[in-house]
């Protein structure tokens, strides 16, 4: 699967999960792996001594099941520890194929190890400065929205 493939399966979701309100973002494509991609929010990513904060956006094809609904688009913000390499979901925003909100909400997650190799273990890397973002240039919102109304990627 190429992100160019799943850009184009989900335009009117990426519409709705972009358009939300935020602060500056600025968006770098990380990783892909399986079934989604993820890019993050370079204006979000901070780190403090052995703590850093991360939002990240996936979109996902096929479809990934979640409580029982198929889910299309997460934004996600972590705390991730570097010292330990684990993460801790702290908000979430997920859309199903029709941009209904499934899920909504600051979430207080225990921390987790990625398994080696995955999208998660390349962005604790990245967050915590061990691992380059893809190259590429950086998207606003915006951008990220017309790129994946003309089925273009990052």
Request: aromatic letters at 8%; proline letters at 5%; one cysteine or more.
């Amino acid at each position: 699967m190429t992100a160019r493939r799943l850009l184009a399966v989900v335009p009117a979701l990426a519409l709705a999960a972009f358009a939300l309100p935020a602060a500056a973002e600025t968006w770098r494509m990380n990783s892909q792996g399986g079934n989604h991609f993820s890019l993050l929010d370079t204006d979000y990513l901070s780190r403090s001594g052995n703590t850093a904060k991360v939002r990240e956006m996936k979109l996902y094809d096929p479809a990934e099941e979640f409580n029982g609904q198929m889910t299309r688009a997460w934004i996600i913000e972590y705390e991730v520890n570097c010292t330990d390499g684990t993460y801790s979901t702290r908000s979430a925003q997920i859309y199903d194929d029709t941009v209904k909100v499934v899920l909504s909400s600051p979430l207080n997650g225990e921390p987790k190890r990625p398994n080696a190799g995955t999208v998660g273990e390349d962005m604790i890397n990245t967050a915590c400065g061990r691992r380059q973002l893809l190259q590429g240039r950086s998207y606003s919102r915006e951008e990220v929205i017309r790129l994946v109304v003309g089925g273009g990627r990052p």
